[in-house]
C-alpha cells in the first residue's frame, strides 16, 4: 500500500492533536533544527553509496523535517505546509524563464544564467519585501568551505586559475612570515584554496571531506 503527502500532513496532525504524542506536541522549530542538517547528511550519503533502498528512506525523513515545521506553525497559526508549497511553487515557475517565458536555453549552463537573471530581477523589483530567502545571504550554518566556494564564486567569477595562484601564493607566504599587516592570512589562504579547486571543477566540501575519511 501507498500513501500520498496529504497522508502524511493528516498523520503529523493526528500526533501533535491534544489527545496525540505528548513527544511531538512539544516540539518546536528549535527543537528539531539540527534534524534538518542531520537528515540531509543522511541523504547525501545514501546517494553516495547508491543504495537506493537507503536513499528511500531518507529523502522520506529529509520529507518529514518541512511537515514537522509547518504542522508547528499552523498550531501556533503562523503558516501552513500549502503557504510552503506554494512560495517554491512561484519560485520555481518564475526562476525558469526559459520554460516558462521568452528566454531560450541551449543547455545547462545557459538555463543557469537565466535562473541567476531572475533571480537578481526578483531582489531589483522589491523582491527583500516579499521573499524571506533574500534578506540573507548565507545560512549561518553553512560548512566553512561550502560557504567560502559559494562567496568565492561571487567575488572572482571572472578569475582564472593562474591568477588565483598567485594570490594563493602571496597569502601562504604572508602565512609563513607571520605578516602583521595581515591578521587573517590562514583564512585567506584556506578561502583561495577552495576558490582554486571550484575553478577545477570540484566540489571543495565534498572533496576535502573524503580525503580526511580516508586518512
Known amino acids: 500500500m501507498t500513501?500520498?503527502?496529504?497522508?502524511?500532513i493528516k498523520l503529523v496532525a493526528r500526533?501533535?492533536?491534544?489527545?496525540g504524542c505528548p513527544w511531538d506536541k512539544e516540539q518546536t522549530h528549535k527543537s528539531i533544527r539540527i534534524n534538518m542538517i542531520e537528515e540531509a547528511y543522511e541523504a547525501v550519503d545514501a546517494v553516495d553509496s547508491g543504495d537506493m533502498g537507503a536513499l528511500?528512506?531518507?529523502?522520506?525523513?529529509?520529507?518529514?523535517?518541512?511537515?514537522?515545521?509547518?504542522?508547528?506553525?499552523r498550531r501556533a497559526e503562523r503558516f501552513?505546509?500549502?503557504?510552503?508549497?506554494?512560495?517554491?511553487?512561484k519560485k520555481i515557475y518564475s526562476r525558469h524563464t526559459h520554460i516558462f517565458g521568452a528566454d531560450k536555453a541551449k543547455d545547462a549552463a545557459d538555463a543557469l544564467?537565466?535562473?541567476?537573471?531572475?533571480?537578481?530581477?526578483?531582489?531589483?523589483?522589491?523582491?527583500?519585501?516579499?521573499?524571506?530567502?533574500?534578506?540573507?545571504?548565507?545560512?549561518?550554518?553553512?560548512?566553512?568551505?561550502?560557504?567560502a566556494e559559494k562567496v568565492f564564486k561571487k567575488?572572482?567569477?571572472?578569475?582564472?586559475?593562474e591568477y588565483i595562484k598567485r594570490l594563493l601564493l602571496d597569502a601562504l607566504n604572508d602565512l609563513e612570515q607571520k605578516n602583521d599587516d595581515d591578521t587573517n592570512a590562514a583564512g585567506r589562504l584556506l578561502f583561495l584554496a577552495v576558490g582554486l579547486v571550484s575553478l577545477f571543477g570540484y566540489d571543495a566540501e565534498a572533496e576535502l571531506n573524503n580525503y580526511a575519511k580516508n586518512q
Open 3 to 8: 500513501y500520498s503527502f496529504d497522508d502524511l
Open 15 to 19: 500526533l501533535t492533536a491534544d489527545d
Open 56 to 73: 528511500v528512506e531518507e529523502l522520506g525523513d529529509v520529507l518529514l523535517q518541512p511537515v514537522l515545521h509547518a504542522d508547528i506553525a
Open 80 to 89: 501552513c505546509i500549502d503557504d510552503v508549497v506554494s512560495f517554491l511553487y
Open 113 to 147: 544564467v537565466f535562473w541567476e537573471n531572475a533571480k537578481s530581477k526578483e531582489k531589483s523589483e522589491g523582491g527583500k519585501q516579499n521573499n524571506p530567502s533574500s534578506q540573507k545571504k548565507y545560512p549561518e550554518n553553512f560548512p566553512a568551505a561550502l560557504r
Open 155 to 161: 567575488q572572482f567569477k571572472d578569475a582564472d586559475t
